[in-house]
């Protein structure tokens, strides 16, 4: 029997298999068949602690049990209060001063992404300068895949059907080795016209390749925008969480964005929630006496309270644990594996921050629509691994939880996958 479902970034037309997971644990997802598979990417980058962590787990029943959902147009629960002030003690700060001071709940990375850009639209039509409404993005950017984000995003095969429907942008280089200069001043020039953000990935571009730069572009381009006046958006959806060693990528820059959105991670990965930070000068713009300038957005479940109690005990085991601690020697024993794997021929560009890791397999092979990546993704599901190649593009993203066993697994697997499927393989 054929299944109803339709599967995301999924080409039904492969008859690529769809594993069924019964449970997961840890590190570990357990199929219906009896087999496991080590979850190196963290189900697609959200699980941080672990899968199905306890504490998160009876957070979530006790909620479940006390108020599920609630309208939040003008009503308030504790656990979406306690997520806010935690978030903002925890967020980036200018001087030891909280700079972003204000939390808007929504669902998805998407969502916080095209809150992100209302917001900043809604910041320069009510202070009176509506003209502002140019958003600058950065070249292979993923910021969603609503409309708003995948406008602000990287344009190609994933997206062509829709661009009739996608707004324009300004792009800037991405800053390589050898065009750092060439994104400043394609920033400077940019912002000297007077848009209305830069939305950008602080430190490290997700989906368009887990493709690095340095912190201090970040901090100049963060500077370039100050001066002009422009709103300096940093998506941590995916490097949030401690994912690139320290608890937010912006810190390593010393930057302190003016719009931040938050998802993946904000929950440990067992529930979808988001929230968009954003600064007093944001908020102020839209409080009023009029109504015309409230802010405009909502979705039915925003800040559902079974969501916001898992934040909040996400939030507890970083006052709790030493996550950070575990997250650095999970970056070291990463780093001793990833230099013995460097030198094998096979590969290339082998760069990592925090706990994540990527390498590119050489191949001439290498397009979107090649199929090395679905062949690499059925091998490593066959060696008891999830991981999901962009491209050519090996990345590893685990749960902070993984043992010293399951890396090694993974990185024998990514050995052997050099054999197999690099060059005169
Ligand atoms: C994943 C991601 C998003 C979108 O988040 P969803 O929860 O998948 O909608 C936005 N920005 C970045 C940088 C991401 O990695």
Redesign the pocket.
């Given at each position: 029997m054929t299944s109803p479902v339709w599967h995301p970034f999924f080409q039904h037309g492969l008859d690529e298999p769809i594993p069924p997971v019964a449970s997961a644990r840890g590190a570990l997802l357990h199929l219906t068949d009896g087999r496991s598979l080590i979850d190196g990417i963290s189900s697609w980058?959200v699980t941080t602690h672990g899968h199905c962590e306890p504490r998160i787990a009876a957070a979530i029943a006790r909620q479940a049990a006390t108020l599920d959902q609630l309208i939040f147009a003008g009503y308030t629960h504790a656990p979406a209060e306690e997520v806010a002030r935690g978030l903002i003690d925890i967020a980036p700060r200018f001087d030891g001063q909280p700079r972003l001071a204000h939390v808007f709940y929504s669902d998805?990375?998407?969502t916080a992404?095209e809150v992100a850009l209302k917001m900043a639209l809604g910041y320069w039509h009510n202070i009176g300068q509506p003209q502002r409404h140019r958003i600058l993005v950065m070249q292979h950017s993923?910021?969603?895949?609503t409309i708003g984000?995948m406008s602000v995003g990287e344009r190609g095969v994933y997206n062509a059907a829709w661009t009739p429907l996608l707004f324009d942008v300004g792009t800037v280089p991405f800053p390589a080795p050898g065009s750092e200069q060439a994104c400043l001043d394609a920033l400077e020039a940019a912002c000297a016209e007077r848009p209305a953000a830069f939305i950008v990935?602080p430190l490290i571009l997700?989906?368009g390749g887990m493709l690095v730069y340095p912190a201090n572009l970040l901090r100049e381009m963060a500077a370039i925008c100050r001066r002009h006046g422009v709103l300096f958006i940093a998506?941590e959806?995916?490097t949030g969480w401690g994912r690139t060693g320290t608890l937010f990528a912006c810190e390593q820059a010393g930057v302190v964005p003016d719009i931040m959105p938050v998802?993946?991670g904000i929950t440990g990965g067992a529930l979808p929630l988001a929230a968009t930070l954003a600064s007093a000068p944001i908020f102020e713009a839209h409080r009023s006496t009029d109504r015309a300038r409230l802010f405009y957005h909502s979705s039915s479940y925003t800040a559902n309270a079974i969501a916001c109690a898992a934040a909040a005990a996400n939030l507890a085991i970083w006052r709790e644990d030493d996550v950070l601690a575990r997250i650095a020697g999970l970056s070291d024993a990463i780093a001793e594996r990833m230099a013995r794997l460097s030198g094998h021929p096979a590969f290339a560009n082998p760069r990592q921050l925090g706990a994540i890791a990527a390498i590119d397999l050489r191949t001439d092979d290498a397009g979107y629509l090649s199929d090395l990546a679905p062949r690499l993704r059925a091998w490593f599901m066959e060696r008891g691994l999830l991981l999901r190649p962009l491209g050519n593009t090996i990345y590893i993203m685990p749960p902070y939880c993984i043992g010293a066993t399951q890396l090694d697994a993974i990185f024998a697997a990514l050995h052997d996958a050099g054999e197999i499927f690099g060059p005169h393989a």
């Amino acid at each position: 029997m054929t299944s109803p479902v339709w599967h995301p970034f999924f080409q039904h037309g492969l008859d690529e298999p769809i594993p069924p997971v019964a449970s997961a644990r840890g590190a570990l997802l357990h199929l219906t068949d009896g087999r496991s598979l080590i979850d190196g990417i963290s189900s697609w980058w959200v699980t941080t602690h672990g899968h199905c962590e306890p504490r998160i787990a009876a957070a979530i029943a006790r909620q479940a049990a006390t108020l599920d959902q609630l309208i939040f147009a003008g009503y308030t629960h504790a656990p979406a209060e306690e997520v806010a002030r935690g978030l903002i003690d925890i967020a980036p700060r200018f001087d030891g001063q909280p700079r972003l001071a204000h939390v808007f709940y929504s669902d998805s990375g998407s969502t916080a992404v095209e809150v992100a850009l209302k917001m900043a639209l809604g910041y320069w039509h009510n202070i009176g300068q509506p003209q502002r409404h140019r958003i600058l993005v950065m070249q292979h950017s993923y910021h969603g895949d609503t409309i708003g984000a995948m406008s602000v995003g990287e344009r190609g095969v994933y997206n062509a059907a829709w661009t009739p429907l996608l707004f324009d942008v300004g792009t800037v280089p991405f800053p390589a080795p050898g065009s750092e200069q060439a994104c400043l001043d394609a920033l400077e020039a940019a912002c000297a016209e007077r848009p209305a953000a830069f939305i950008v990935e602080p430190l490290i571009l997700g989906a368009g390749g887990m493709l690095v730069y340095p912190a201090n572009l970040l901090r100049e381009m963060a500077a370039i925008c100050r001066r002009h006046g422009v709103l300096f958006i940093a998506d941590e959806v995916m490097t949030g969480w401690g994912r690139t060693g320290t608890l937010f990528a912006c810190e390593q820059a010393g930057v302190v964005p003016d719009i931040m959105p938050v998802a993946k991670g904000i929950t440990g990965g067992a529930l979808p929630l988001a929230a968009t930070l954003a600064s007093a000068p944001i908020f102020e713009a839209h409080r009023s006496t009029d109504r015309a300038r409230l802010f405009y957005h909502s979705s039915s479940y925003t800040a559902n309270a079974i969501a916001c109690a898992a934040a909040a005990a996400n939030l507890a085991i970083w006052r709790e644990d030493d996550v950070l601690a575990r997250i650095a020697g999970l970056s070291d024993a990463i780093a001793e594996r990833m230099a013995r794997l460097s030198g094998h021929p096979a590969f290339a560009n082998p760069r990592q921050l925090g706990a994540i890791a990527a390498i590119d397999l050489r191949t001439d092979d290498a397009g979107y629509l090649s199929d090395l990546a679905p062949r690499l993704r059925a091998w490593f599901m066959e060696r008891g691994l999830l991981l999901r190649p962009l491209g050519n593009t090996i990345y590893i993203m685990p749960p902070y939880c993984i043992g010293a066993t399951q890396l090694d697994a993974i990185f024998a697997a990514l050995h052997d996958a050099g054999e197999i499927f690099g060059p005169h393989a």
